[in-house]
């Protein structure tokens, strides 16, 4: 495999981290970071392509490590032809997108990667009322576009199970409910991975004000397999006031080319058409989510390799003596029982990008499930971090 060594990648990340005045985090993480909180591009993210990006093991951004299906690279190269033309036909992409949900066209907005999705919500919701409640740690995007609205967040630690604490999110609710403009859930939470159990969903959405507005965010939806998950699309064929949040990002491997999409009650659509850039969207992208819908055997595939590559690991970390939480996701977290502080550069030295610091989860790692060979680096490169006997916070100051 073609490596620089690591003296070099290190005085490269070192040099770089001195320079943003960031010792922990690798230009990957920083600018995957970045690009979390909705943060314009950065000089880090600029400088990538400089790192041999391309030969590390990349486990810190829960993609699709496969890349897209055949048909759907397919599907792109061939609408090359589009590529100077603003009034291309668009392939009827958000008909084709309520079909395969089972909604009308007029309950689906399409948007730059479902991020943009999680965006809008501040600009459409929390401008004047000023509360949004979710759990914590979750997918930090909707909590930091707050920054627009100079909404607070509530933050609703998880429980005891690191699940979400939907009871929580009821109580807080209710309790400033003239002041709640939005409630998120992450349904598998990231970074957690577990799921947010239907009838907990069912619960909240019972015991909340009905006006209130609640985004379910379904980024890893396709990779669930569990009989106590339930996509939450019903609930907008209910009425109900809920905005569910979809990516071809994750299972379509599409992360690199920016498509998602809102499902909502229509009202709620028109309420956030207005504040979305619609013309963000490339033609090639269309195309290539238009072919992912039909290519559902790619999706089981995807599906059924995730469910392998992740449970071979998780049970190499158990039999390691390293718990890990149940995960429905394309990611999973590791107790490393000690804190995060530099195993993120550790792992990064030896050609694996993981998961960054989630407070305040600090004794646990991020895993996003890669190639069988990515996997089995991984687990060679914890190994050597975290080695044999000595699984205690003394062998990680090492
Ligand atoms: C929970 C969750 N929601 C949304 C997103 C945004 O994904 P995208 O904008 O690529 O659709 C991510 C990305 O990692 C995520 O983890």
Redesign the pocket.
């Known amino acids: 495999m073609p490596q620089k060594s690591n003296v070099t990648r290190r005085r490269f990340m070192g040099g770089l981290a001195t320079a943003l005045g960031v010792a922990t985090l690798n230009p990957f993480e920083l600018a995957a970071q970045q690009r979390r909180a909705g943060a314009a591009a950065a000089p880090a993210a600029a400088k990538a392509p400089a790192v041999p990006y391309d030969s590390m093991a990349k486990l810190a951004?829960?993609e699709n490590p496969h890349g897209p299906s055949e048909a759907v690279r397919k599907a792109m190269t061939d609408v090359w032809k589009y590529s100077n033309r603003y009034g291309y036909p668009d392939g009827g992409i958000r008909q084709a997108i309520a079909e395969a949900h089972g909604v009308k066209p007029e309950n689906v907005l399409i948007s730059a990667?479902?991020?943009e999705i999680?965006k809008l919500v501040d600009d459409v919701y929390l401008q004047s009322h000023k509360l949004v409640v979710g759990p914590e740690p979750t997918?930090q995007?909707v909590y930091q576009y707050t920054t627009n609205s100079k909404a607070t967040a509530i933050r609703i630690p998880l429980n005891k199970d690191y699940t979400t604490d939907v009871n929580g999110i009821i109580k807080a609710t209710k309790l400033h409910s003239r002041d709640v403009g939005l409630v998120y859930l992450?349904n598998p939470n990231?970074p957690t991975g577990n799921i947010v159990d239907k009838k907990e969903i069912a619960k909240l959405l019972n015991s909340i004000p009905e006006e209130i507005p609640v985004l379910i965010?379904e980024?890893?939806h396709h990779f669930v397999d569990n009989p106590n998950y339930e996509p939450s699309i019903k609930y907008v064929l209910e009425g109900r006031r809920v905005i569910v949040?979809r990516?071809f990002?994750k299972i379509a491997a599409l992360?690199g080319m920016r498509i998602?999409f809102a499902i909502a009650p229509a009202d709620m659509i028109q309420e956030m058409s207005p504040f979305i850039n619609s013309s963000s969207l490339n033609a090639l992208v269309k195309y290539g989510a238009l072919a992912a819908l039909k290519d559902t055997a790619f999706e089981a595939k995807m599906k059924a390799l995730n469910k392998e590559l992740r449970s071979r690991t998780t049970s190499e970390l158990a039999a390691y003596g390293y718990e890990t939480i149940p995960s429905d996701a394309n990611f999973f977290m590791v107790n490393i029982k000690t804190d995060m502080g530099p195993i993120q550069t550790k792992f990064a030295d030896k050609g694996v990008l993981v998961g960054r610091r989630f407070p305040p989860m600090d004794q646990w790692l991020r895993i996003s499930v890669g190639t069988d060979e990515e996997m089995k680096r991984f687990m060679t490169a914890f190994k050597e971090i975290f080695p044999a006997g000595k699984p205690t916070s003394s062998s990680a100051g090492a």
């Open positions: 951004n829960n990667g479902s991020g999680l997918y995007s992450c990231n965010d980024a890893y949040a990516t990002s992360a998602g």
